[in-house]
């Protein structure tokens, strides 16, 4: 996805409607480019499942974290808190690890290796503590793993598991922390604008480019999303922000 940057002095409903826009679609292209897990070899199913793993189990509350430290709302704190309060109590990571055993896709050195450099980028990324670009991208990833749940738990079926709490709690839970980061997102910017030229989808590109790695993308594709329109970016992106932004001047 080519960087999508822009200039916001003034905070309105309209920029967050535009954002969470751009940050749906990015996800159905994600999920319009998924392989048909039909097609996968046992080898391929798992090294998804596997390195999908390394990537969460480790991370994805040190990210959430991070998202929380960033933000200066007192409702934006809230809706993040109570997301990793869920992570915690219920144990998320301990679900995902009895996930990747039960379809025998344990994540190894080698999963590890093949995640991590694209992995160091976003942690990179999340640890400048930018409020908005975070919150962002942890909306995207949580509307993302919630769409993916299907196509994961369609892998583990075809490994020959039956353990698939993991995606039933978050094919569910994950539709609710996506709405509840698009309120923080909005509760965010009418406090706490990102500075002038900020790149806001950048988490958005790494977390993608990190995706790509965990799931290469196919030459064909299963029907897994609604929609599979590009995203909108570059010189359209910055204009469409410039119209808003003047209007509201």
Same mark, same amino acid.
């Given at each position: 996805?080519?960087?999508?940057?822009?200039?916001?002095?003034?905070?309105?409903?309209?920029?967050?409607?535009?954002? %969470?826009?751009?940050?749906?679609?990015?996800?159905?292209?994600?999920?319009?480019?998924?392989?048909?897990?039909?097609?996968?070899?046992?080898?391929?199913?798992? +090294?998804?499942? $596997?390195?999908?793993? $390394?990537?969460?189990?480790?991370?994805?509350?040190?990210?959430?974290?991070?998202?929380?430290?960033?933000?200066?709302?007192?409702?934006?704190?809230?809706?993040?808190?109570?997301?990793?309060?869920?992570?915690?109590?219920?144990?998320?990571?301990?679900?995902?690890?009895?996930?990747?055993?039960?379809?025998? $896709?344990?994540?190894?050195?080698?999963?590890?290796?093949?995640?991590?450099?694209?992995?160091?980028?976003?942690?990179?990324?999340?640890?400048?503590?930018?409020?908005?670009?975070?919150?962002?991208?942890? $909306?995207?990833?949580?509307?993302?793993? %919630?769409?993916?749940?299907?196509?994961?738990?369609?892998?583990?079926?075809?490994?020959?598991?039956?353990?698939?709490?993991?995606?039933?709690?978050? +094919?569910?839970?994950?539709?609710?922390?996506?709405?509840?980061?698009?309120?923080?997102?909005?509760?965010?910017?009418?406090?706490?604008?990102?500075?002038?030229?900020?790149?806001?989808?950048?988490?958005?590109?790494?977390?993608?480019?990190?995706?790509?790695?965990?799931?290469?993308?196919?030459?064909?594709?299963?029907?897994?999303?609604?929609?599979?329109?590009?995203?909108?970016?570059?010189? *359209?992106?910055?204009?469409?922000?410039? *119209?808003?932004?003047?209007?509201?001047?």
């Amino acid at each position: 996805m080519t960087s999508l940057t822009s200039s916001l002095h003034t905070p309105s409903a309209s920029h967050g409607a535009y954002i %969470q826009h751009q940050i749906e679609r990015a996800i159905d292209a994600l999920m319009a480019s998924l392989p048909d897990p039909k097609g996968l070899t046992g080898n391929q199913r798992r +090294g998804i499942i $596997a390195r999908y793993s $390394a990537v969460l189990e480790g991370n994805f509350i040190y990210w959430m974290t991070a998202a929380y430290l960033s933000v200066k709302s007192e409702e934006a704190r809230s809706i993040i808190a109570e997301n990793l309060h869920e992570e915690v109590r219920d144990c998320h990571p301990g679900m995902l690890r009895k996930f990747a055993i039960a379809a025998d $896709a344990v994540p190894t050195d080698s999963d590890a290796l093949a995640v991590y450099r694209e992995l160091t980028d976003v942690r990179l990324f999340l640890g400048r503590l930018s409020a908005v670009p975070s919150v962002i991208t942890m $909306a995207f990833f949580e509307g993302f793993i %919630q769409g993916f749940m299907d196509f994961l738990a369609e892998l583990a079926t075809d490994q020959g598991s039956l353990e698939l709490e993991y995606t039933e709690v978050h +094919g569910v839970c994950d539709i609710a922390h996506t709405q509840g980061l698009y309120r923080a997102l909005n509760a965010e910017m009418a406090v706490n604008l990102p500075q002038p030229g900020t790149n806001l989808f950048e988490g958005v590109e790494l977390l993608t480019a990190l995706i790509r790695t965990i799931v290469p993308a196919a030459k064909s594709t299963k029907t897994y999303p609604a929609n599979a329109h590009s995203i909108v970016h570059g010189a *359209r992106g910055n204009a469409k922000i410039a *119209r808003l932004t003047k209007a509201e001047a």
